[in-house]
């Protein structure tokens, strides 16, 4: 009997990461395609991601009942406990990233209809690459419980920050050469700061990780670079 309990117990704890896994899958896919929208014009591709983030914000709400069953019911210990609430904050980051990355579609939908800034578009796209290669090794370090990949993702935050930097000027350098273009900019200005978010999400998880597999918080700050303003 006991055998059989602690068999369930394993599977409902494997069953909660099987679950966060699928959210990163689909968080990591909303990105892509979001930042995909803003650089083709594809207003189909970016009403695609609004319409699916609800897949998101039901499998997060699912993660929480399950950890707080979990723990009402099992009241792990240790490895287990960190496993479980690790889950449950790795679940609302990935949430937030999708709401972020539909944030960013619903904005690619209207630029589209504006003038093409291909330059501009270029630099989404490449900050939007950066952040999603650096949210696939934050869920690939979950996956495979690598805390060497977690750390490097905790490490490199900064290079999320001097693209957004970079993009700043540039889109202020566009507003001021030509107002027609603040509209436009402004809205790829929010777009950046999403991304941006989303990197420190990405490093919010590479921390759960690194407390789920050592039991211990990061001791050193976080490696932040200087942003060059504080979009809400």
């Not at 950066?130 to 490199?156: E, H, I, T």
């Not at 999320?160 to 001021?176: G, I, K, P, Q, W």
């Amino acid at each position: 009997m006991g055998a059989h309990i602690v068999k369930t117990y394993q599977e409902e704890l494997d069953q909660l990461s099987a679950e966060v896994v699928l959210m990163g899958g689909l968080a990591e896919a909303q990105v892509a395609d979001a930042v995909e929208a803003v650089a083709r014009r594809d207003v189909g591709l970016a009403q695609s991601v609004v319409q699916r983030d609800h897949k998101l914000d039901e499998l997060e709400k699912d993660v929480e009942r399950k950890c707080i069953r979990l723990i009402a019911l099992r009241q792990p210990m240790a490895d287990d406990l960190r496993k479980t609430v690790a889950a449950m904050k790795l679940a609302t980051s990935l949430e937030r990233t999708g709401d972020l990355a539909k944030n960013i579609a619903k904005r690619a939908m209207v630029i589209a209809e504006a003038e093409p800034m291909t330059p501009l578009t270029r630099s989404i796209e490449r900050m939007g690459k950066l952040v999603s290669s650096r949210l696939r090794d934050v869920l690939d370090a979950y996956k495979a419980g690598k805390l060497d990949l977690a750390q490097n993702v905790w490490a490199s935050d900064t290079e999320v920050d001097e693209h957004y930097n970079s993009l700043f000027r540039e889109l202020l350098t566009y507003m001021m050469g030509d107002p027609r273009t603040i509209s436009a900019c402004t809205h790829l200005l929010f777009m950046a700061k999403n991304l941006e978010r989303i990197g420190d999400h990405a490093t919010n998880m590479a921390e759960h990780i690194h407390y789920e597999l050592t039991g211990e918080d990061y001791v050193e700050d976080r490696p932040k670079g200087n942003t060059l303003n504080s979009i809400e």
